[in-house]
C-alpha cells in the first residue's frame, strides 16, 4: 500500500541520515566548523560564511585549515565536495 511504501521510504531516509551523522562525527568537528562546513558546502565563500555567521573572514580561514586537517583533504575544494556527499 502508499502507506507501506512512505514508511519504508522514511525508514530508509532516517537509516541514511544516521550514516552521514555517524560519518560526519568520525571527523570530530566542532559545531562552528559543522556550520563552516555546511555553508561551504553549498557554495557559499569566505566572506560570505563569515558574513552570515557574523565573524571574520581570518577566523573562516582559520576553521577551514582545521576541518581540512580532521577531513584529511588538502584545500576547501575537498572538504566542500566531501561535505556536499554528507548534507
Known amino acids: 500500500s502508499g502507506a507501506e511504501g512512505l514508511k519504508i521510504l522514511l525508514r530508509k531516509h532516517i ?3 544516521e550514516t552521514k551523522k555517524r560519518v560526519l562525527d568520525d571527523f570530530h568537528l ?10 561551504l ?3 557559499l565563500s569566505n566572506k560570505e560564511i563569515a558574513t552570515a555567521l557574523k565573524l571574520q573572514v581570518v577566523t573562516i580561514k582559520m576553521h577551514l585549515r582545521s ?8 584545500n576547501r575544494t575537498q572538504a566542500a565536495l566531501k ?5
Open 15 to 17: 537509516s541514511d541520515f
Open 30 to 39: 566542532t559545531h562552528r566548523e559543522e556550520e563552516v562546513l555546511q555553508y
Open 41 to 43: 558546502a553549498q557554495g
Open 67 to 74: 576541518i581540512c586537517r580532521k577531513m584529511n583533504v588538502k
Open 83 to 87: 561535505a556536499a556527499a554528507l548534507f
